[in-house]
């Protein structure tokens, strides 16, 4: 059981570049999320989807897209990147309902913007 | 939004008990205490989760103030691979959906 993959693990781009980080989880889960964690921070809530083709905004949403396709599919899109956005990123996987639900992390994404 | 406080840094020696307190004072009666813990170069890892009752399982105990204003998650006997930043985080309802909102944790170390 893979649980939540997340890929690339590493990635330097230059000042302007787009891409897009891939997340992807095997656990049926509806509820996927974005996280972003920089050091000595906790993490903060990017974007969030509750179900494929439902997506909203979490608390540092700029800069940034998602889409959900599939259930299993969550990508985050840099649209031009800078380098603010210079961090490690975290996507999760919980199943939707109460507040009681543990959510399941992938390793990280750990992208410097130059 | 409900937040929690947790010291920046605790200390213990190995095969020891560990209790890791944290403050949330503004919890609403809906929210979810849970703990996550996350090992260097990893992402966070779920620990523990309870609402008003204390809770037991393979990895901790949590124990819940009768208030819900602080809770204390314990490691029963730490051992070096319970080194980690551990975070005590408030399940909170905004709109329709449960949040999680990380604040910067506990980094515990365990001494040899």
């Known amino acids: 059981n893979a649980g939540v993959t997340q890929t690339p693990k590493f990635q330097v781009l230059k000042t302007g570049q787009s891409m897009t980080l891939q997340c992807a989880q095997d656990?049926?889960?509806?509820?996927m999320s974005w996280y972003r964690q920089d050091p000595g921070m906790g993490l903060r809530l990017i974007h969030y989807?509750?179900?494929?083709?439902?997506?909203d905004q979490g608390e540092v949403p700029n800069g940034y897209n998602v889409s959900r396709s599939t259930t299993e599919d969550f990508p985050l899109r840099l649209l031009s990147a800078a380098p603010s956005q210079t961090s490690v990123y975290f996507c999760?996987?919980?199943?939707?309902?109460?507040?009681?639900?543990?959510?399941?992390f992938g390793d990280g994404t750990r992208l410097s913007i130059l | 939004d409900a937040k929690t406080t947790q010291p920046n840094s605790m200390e213990s020696n190995e095969e020891e008990p560990v209790h890791l307190p944290c403050n949330h004072s503004?919890?609403?009666?809906?929210?979810?205490i849970h703990w996550y813990r996350q090992l260097p170069s990893q992402g966070p890892e779920y620990v523990i989760h309870?609402?008003?009752s204390n809770v037991n399982n393979r990895m901790a105990s949590l124990a819940i103030a009768e208030d819900r204003k602080s809770s204390t998650l314990i490691l029963h006997r730490a051992t070096l691979r319970d080194a980690a930043v551990y975070y005590c985080?408030?399940?909170?309802?905004?709109?329709?959906?449960?949040?999680?909102?990380f604040g910067k944790g506990t980094l515990l170390t365990v001494n040899p």
């Open positions: 999760a996987s919980r199943r939707q309902g109460a507040g009681n639900q543990p959510q399941h």
């Open positions: 656990m049926n889960h509806e509820y």
């Open positions: 989807s509750v179900g494929a083709g439902i997506t």
């Open positions: 503004t919890i609403s009666g809906t929210d979810y």
């Open positions: 309870g609402l008003t």
């Open positions: 985080i408030l399940s909170s309802l905004r709109g329709s959906n449960y949040k999680l909102t």
